[in-house]
């Protein structure tokens, strides 16, 4: 060797000019050298994979032969010319034919694998005098596309979701996916069937089918829709051919009713009160402010009932604390009775109530607040409850949700102050 030629001069050299995909790797499955023909054959450029796991062009079906190759390799297990799959930087799929030979440290040890790379052609310039070697590569062929059929079958079966396609006219071509069990489908059952039979809807512009009329004109959506009383989250797009033309549609479900069960558990626990049941102070302040705004627009009247449960504390210091939350949760129990199923009666706080009354003049709200005094005063449970009420309608006692629970307050303080004062006497 000329004394100007180091050895990494020579290698650089070989890695410059190899027109094979030439690379190197550790057996910590990270690259140390890469050619201009492995550039060609994948996509990287030796900055962008140098350094790099080797696992970012390997498929997921072929990391098992890539974990036999390095056993085999330290084992000294000679390692016959391959053909495997790879991934390209596009992420498309490319076979390559490969050779593995190691290079060994001064004690003997792997240094690093040195792996040569020729892409397989998909239609191989085979002789076509040679009738024996075509059939063979046509045979070859055939087989690799039935091992990649199946393995797609078997993982659009497994997939933790369904997925089906459509003609341009809806009708169903395809289904598949484990996530069909919970609404009790098989794969395969819809085909043959139109989208109207399967939404049990014939209205072309009804909202879920108006999804499709959409994803059928080119432009992705995603909605959420109900079967079998399960919760589907659903992404339909449109089915193209290769030439980029609209054949139908395609969709994709994920069923999401546990996730909206604990959505809807979350919502109810962040605007009810624990002890009773009852909306609570943000959920009823929140109401009071809409019904204002929807008044004002409307011209119409509602009403605020604000209550005081009376000596809570003597219940709970005379018959303990359990005895206290079965009052506030007996109180509860007579407003949910004899309020209207458009009104909202809430915990207010401690031992304090509201309810608002819609569409209620002053008239049905003093009826409302005798309904729920005789309740309390027919109630044979001991100890005995009682009530104060105050009253605020809309627009007489105020025009803001503030003005009218100060006007309440005001008159439920004053009912207590004239019982305090009977009391004394």
């Not at 997921?60 to 790879?86: F, I, K, M, W």
């Not at 080119?218 to 030439?243: H, S, V």
């Not at 219940?315 to 007579?334: F, P, T, Y």
């Not at 025009?399 to 004062?421: E, N, P, V």
């Amino acid at each position: 060797m000329s004394p100007s030629l180091r050895p990494e001069h020579l290698l650089a050299a070989i890695l410059s000019s190899a027109k094979d995909g030439l690379l190197s790797f550790g057996l910590d499955g990270n690259v140390y050298a890469w050619s201009k023909g492995a550039e060609c054959l994948y996509g990287y450029t030796e900055a962008e994979i140098t350094g790099h796991p080797l696992a970012q062009l390997i498929p997921v079906h072929e990391v098992p032969y890539y974990e036999q190759l390095l056993v085999g390799l330290q084992n000294g297990t000679p390692v016959p010319c391959q053909a495997r799959d790879r991934l390209h930087k596009s992420g498309s799929s490319i076979r390559v034919e490969l050779t593995h030979a190691v290079v060994q440290n001064e004690t003997g040890g792997i240094a690093a694998v040195v792996e040569s790379g020729r892409q397989v052609l998909t239609r191989p310039t085979v002789s076509l005098s040679n009738s024996v070697s075509v059939g063979r590569a046509r045979l070859l062929r055939s087989r690799y596309q039935r091992r990649k059929d199946v393995v797609l079958r078997y993982l659009l079966e497994q997939m933790p979701a369904f997925v089906w396609t459509t003609d341009s006219n809806l009708r169903i071509t395809s289904n598949w996916g484990s996530g069909m069990e919970s609404a009790n489908i098989k794969p395969g059952e819809l085909v043959g069937r139109t989208a109207y039979e399967v939404l049990k809807c014939q209205d072309a512009h009804a909202t879920t089918l108006s999804q499709y009329a959409i994803a059928l004109q080119g432009t992705p959506c995603r909605f959420e829709f109900k079967l079998q009383n399960r919760d589907f989250e659903i992404r339909l797009e449109p089915l193209r051919d290769a030439n980029g033309d609209i054949l139908g549609c395609i969709g994709a479900g994920i069923d999401i009713t546990e996730r909206k069960r604990g959505e809807e558990e979350f919502r109810y626990q962040a605007t009810h009160d624990a002890l009773t049941g009852l909306a609570n102070y943000r959920k009823f302040l929140h109401a009071l402010e809409w019904e204002v705004r929807r008044a004002e627009r409307a011209k119409h009247s509602f009403a605020v009932l604000l209550l005081d449960l009376d000596d809570l504390k003597r219940v709970n210091d005379r018959w303990g604390h359990l005895a206290g939350n079965r009052a506030l949760r007996r109180l509860a129990e007579v407003l949910k009775e004899h309020c209207r199923s458009t009104d909202l009666a809430a915990r207010y706080g401690g031992d304090e109530f509201a309810v608002l009354l819609i569409d209620a003049d002053l008239s049905m709200a003093r009826q409302i607040a005798r309904r729920v005094e005789n309740a309390l005063d027919k109630d044979r449970e001991e100890p005995t409850l009682s009530v104060c009420i105050g009253i605020s309608v809309y627009p007489d006692s105020g025009r803001t949700a503030r003005a009218l629970l100060q006007a309440a307050d005001r008159q439920l303080y004053k009912r207590k102050k004239g019982l305090r004062s009977v009391s004394a006497r």
